[in-house]
C-alpha cells in the first residue's frame, strides 16, 4: 500500500515538474505593407529593426523611448545583434526574417525555457514623433511589436517553425499572427 502512495506520489512530482514548460523556438518573421501605407505614403521606404532581447535586457526595451532610438547616433539601437531591413513598399513580396538565419544563433545563446529571449521589431513610422508624449511601453508604442520565442506562445497552424505574420499599417505595426494567451511572459 505505501509503495503505491509512494509511486503516486512521484508520479505527481514529475508530472508537475512538467507544468509551465515551453521549449523555446525560432521564428519565420514576415513583414508585409498594407494599403493603408501605400495610400497615405506612396512607396516611401521605411526602416524596421528585428532585435533578439535577453531576459535581463527586456524590461530596459519595453520601456525605452522609441522616439530616441530612432534618433541619429543612439546607441541602443546598435547595442544588440540586429536584423535592419528596408522595406520598399512599392515590392508587394513581404520581407522574411527566416528561423535559420544567422541572428538566431546570437539571439537564442543562453535561452531556456523558463525565461526565453523576446523579439522586438521595431519600426521607424514616417512623421514626427514627440520623446515622452507619443512613446508607449511595449506593444502600446505603434513602432514596436514584441513577439515570444515560446513555442506554446503559437498555434499550430503557424507552422514549425511557427511563421508569424506582421502588417507595416499607415499608423502602426501589427502582429496578425497572435500568440496564444500565456499566464507567464514567455
Known sequence: MIKKYLFLA???????????????????ISIDVDDSFRQAYGNRIVNIDVVGVSPVEHKRWESYSMTKY?????AMRDSLSTVKLTIDPSKKEPQIIWANDSHWDKWMAGANDKDPPRIYVLVQLPG??????DDKPGNMDARRQILPTGSCRWDSSAGHPPTVKLILKADRIVTDTQPKLDKGSN
Open 10 to 28: 512521484f508520479m505527481a512530482f514529475f508530472l508537475l515538474m512538467g507544468v509551465g514548460c515551453c521549449p523555446v523556438t525560432r521564428l519565420n
Open 70 to 74: 530612432w534618433e541619429s547616433g543612439d
Open 128 to 133: 514626427t514623433f514627440n520623446a515622452g508624449k
